[in-house]
């Protein structure tokens, strides 16, 4: 008894520093936005204390952005999966002794800014770069690359294709190769086999991935800046111009909190779907 | 095993494996490998790690693809199917269960496979009655994850014999079992066999295991099988020195081929000549080993008139005793063998003899229970 209860205190001592930090960086931030978004925005902008929920009925107003942002992260993430899952597959499966190096070219360009390597994309993009090309071999004329839809997503892709690679990678990594094996002896061909093994034993690896990068795309605002040309408006753009430009920070701040509760939901679901599936949970720990 | 010329009028489960061999650049992992099966044997594969077991094992399954022969099953060859296409299934050594499917979807894995479909109703009878076979049925919607070792294995028996294969191939599947669930699975092992009437083909590195099982065995060392007949003729006379040391327990005299009389070869040894009967074709002058079981010998006090009847003897003295309730395991410091390791039953002579360290003995042993075998050394054949 005396021993549990001093294990008890001892260990409540230990998890003093990290309650602090969690109260001091997670809560209180929330806590101040809250407090933010229900009140009344000042004369010159800014905020004044009061209390109305005016400002979430205002949202509406900003659906275009929250549509926007939306969508994009869809087929941002959707477009990153369908790339990462074949390159992940052959490093895995395939690159035997070049995988490291492989996986190490992949990852490195990842340690310059991420704005530089956006503008880089620019000048790709842009109508010195590949539409000229295009356009010297015949292929295609006046083709517009740079400030469109597209630009946005060849952004979200080439920015965040290691936070889909590298957990799908583990996942099957992991996979036992006798289990491949064990399915081509029980009669399965090699398309029977990774729909039926690999596909379902490398799904957490796909949640995970798809949820690394849907979450910090949705709080994307240099792609649509840089190479969308301002034209598609994202929710970190929104928020931007309502805290530093309009300085309406009641309505920016709603805008922030309905956006974190909307994460905190695909989260919930995220672990929900993962727990349903069995294997290794590459995001164990860190989500 | 008579020569098969004509395939047509071969068995459905009858297995024909010609001249296999698999290389690794310069490495052979097996080579030359042939044998021939017939429907319903327990057929064992043993041998060291690295003695090329497994890789034989793979190629059967389709796993490896040879390096040259050809692999004939029942009436077809085999040797270029896919391993998805071959009536053949494995147990794997660690099971390979699917970690996302439950005990029914595991066993069922196979009958889902096939083209055309088979009826979900009928999958499931069969399913069920796979998972009777190995008294798993009451444990359908488990995960392998929620199983004990044991039920896995038997998990992964059912589902590799539930589309009734013709040989079944089984990758050292007890491995991972303590003793006590070794034993009683290698009991069941052998009955799920003779009740099925088809070949297991079991791939082991452990002797006792292929002894108890295997009604044929295949010793197999650097990629060449040494030696394939019955454990009891394998145990009795073993092909050469290495195969007698690797089965069992054996003392070895080394010495030279004197000459033959009748059955007997006569070995010429820095102790003097002995006789044996010889497992292999000797010529004379032949670097050979006197081999002698544990068990052949018998221990006599050292003024026992009883020692007379043995044929060939050897005094020495106890240096090492081990008591096994039923049996006693002693080694002896012989003057003129070097040191003997004898087995004797304690029911017999065993109470007149002083088993203390240092108390003298002799040895003995007649010259029939004394096999000859040809000294192998890797060196010499490399």
């Known amino acids: 008894?005396?021993?549990?209860?001093?294990?008890?205190?001892?260990?409540?001592?230990?998890?003093?520093?990290?309650?602090?930090?969690?109260?001091?960086?997670?809560?209180?931030?929330?806590?101040?936005?809250?407090?933010?978004s229900v009140g009344v925005r000042g004369p010159g902008g800014g905020y004044l204390p009061g209390f109305t929920l005016a400002n979430y009925g205002e949202l509406e107003t900003r659906l275009v952005p929250i549509l926007n942002t939306v969508r994009f992260s869809l087929i941002g993430t959707a477009v990153t999966l369908v790339v990462a899952y074949p390159l992940a597959y052959y490093l895995a499966m395939k690159a035997g002794r070049m995988r490291m190096v492989l996986l190490a070219l992949i990852i490195v360009p990842f340690w310059t800014s991420m704005l530089i390597r956006t503008y880089a994309w620019i000048f790709l993009l842009g109508n010195n770069g590949i539409p000229e090309v295009l356009s010297t071999l015949g292929l295609a004329d006046d083709l517009r690359l740079l400030n469109t839809p597209f630009a946005i997503v060849i952004g979200i892709v080439y920015n965040y294709l290691p936070l889909m690679l590298l957990p799908i990678y583990v996942s099957l990594e992991r996979i036992d190769p006798s289990l491949r094996a064990a399915s081509k002896d029980l009669g399965a061909d090699r398309l029977a086999t990774f729909r039926q093994v690999t596909l379902p034993l490398s799904a957490p690896g796909v949640l995970s991935g798809c949820l690394l990068v849907f979450i910090p795309v949705m709080g994307e605002y240099l792609i649509p800046v840089l190479l969308g040309g301002g034209r598609s408006y994202f929710l970190g753009n929104a928020l931007a111009d309502l805290f530093l430009q309009s300085r309406n920070w009641p309505l920016g701040a709603a805008l922030a909190g309905s956006f974190i509760l909307l994460m905190s939901f695909v989260v919930v679901g995220y672990s929900r779907l993962t727990r349903r599936l069995a294997g290794p949970l590459p995001t164990e720990g860190v989500l | 095993m008579t020569a098969v010329t004509n395939d047509e009028q071969v068995a459905e489960g009858f297995l024909r494996v010609v001249g296999l061999s698999k290389a690794y650049g310069d490495v052979r992992a097996v080579s030359n490998v042939s044998f021939s099966l017939e429907p319903g044997t327990f057929f064992a594969l043993l041998g060291p790690s690295g003695c090329g077991k497994t890789t034989l094992l793979k190629m059967l399954a389709g796993f490896e693809s040879p390096s040259a022969g050809e692999i004939h099953l029942g009436p077809g060859e085999i040797t270029d199917m896919p391993a998805f296409r071959r009536p053949l299934n494995t147990v794997f050594q660690h099971y390979a269960l699917f970690p996302h499917m439950d005990v029914a979807k595991n066993v069922g894995y196979a009958l889902r496979q096939q083209r055309p479909r088979i009826a979900k109703s009928e999958i499931e009878s069969r399913v069920n009655a796979a998972l009777q076979l190995v008294q798993l049925d009451h444990l359908p919607r488990r995960r392998p994850s929620e199983l004990s070792g044991g039920q896995q294995q038997r998990v992964a028996l059912a589902r590799a014999l539930v589309a009734h294969p013709s040989v079944l191939l089984l990758d050292e599947p007890l491995s991972a079992l303590d003793a006590k669930l070794r034993v009683d699975m290698q009991a069941e092992l052998k009955s799920l066999q003779s009740r099925l009437g088809i070949s297991f083909i079991f791939v082991t590195h452990d002797?006792?295991?292929?002894?108890?099982?295997?009604?044929?065995?295949?010793?197999?060392?650097?990629?060449?099988?040494?030696?394939?007949?019955?454990?009891?003729?394998?145990?009795?006379?073993?092909?050469?020195?290495?195969?007698?040391?690797?089965?069992?327990?054996?003392?070895?005299?080394?010495?030279?081929?004197?000459?033959?009389?009748?059955?007997?070869?006569?070995?010429?040894?820095?102790?003097?000549?002995?006789?044996?009967?010889?497992?292999?074709?000797?010529?004379?002058?032949?670097?050979?080993?006197?081999?002698?079981?544990?068990?052949?010998?018998?221990?006599?006090?050292p003024d026992s008139d009883d020692s007379k009847a043995a044929e060939c003897t050897a005094t020495g003295v106890v240096e090492a005793f081990s008591f096994h309730g039923d049996q006693v395991d002693c080694t002896v410091r012989t003057q003129t063998i070097g040191a003997v390791k004898v087995r004797i039953p304690l029911a017999g002579t065993a109470h007149e003899i002083d088993f203390q360290s240092g108390g003298a003995v002799v040895v003995g042993w007649n010259s029939r229970d004394a096999r000859v075998v040809p000294t192998w050394n890797s060196a010499a054949k490399s």
């Open chain 1, 1 to 36: 008894m005396t021993s549990t209860a001093r294990r008890g205190r001892s260990s409540a001592v230990a998890a003093g520093p990290a309650v602090l930090w969690f109260l001091l960086f997670m809560i209180a931030p929330l806590v101040v936005l809250f407090v933010v």
């Open chain 2, 207 to 301: 002797q006792g295991e292929a002894l108890s099982m295997a009604d044929r065995i295949a010793v197999m060392r650097e990629g060449e099988i040494v030696q394939d007949t019955t454990p009891m003729d394998l145990y009795d006379r073993p092909a050469d020195s290495w195969v007698a040391g690797f089965i069992g327990t054996m003392n070895f005299v080394a010495g030279t081929v004197a000459g033959v009389s009748d059955d007997l070869t006569q070995v010429e040894t820095e102790a003097g000549t002995f006789s044996g009967i010889a497992t292999a074709d000797l010529n004379s002058g032949q670097d050979v080993r006197l081999a002698l079981r544990p068990e052949r010998l018998r221990l006599f006090a």
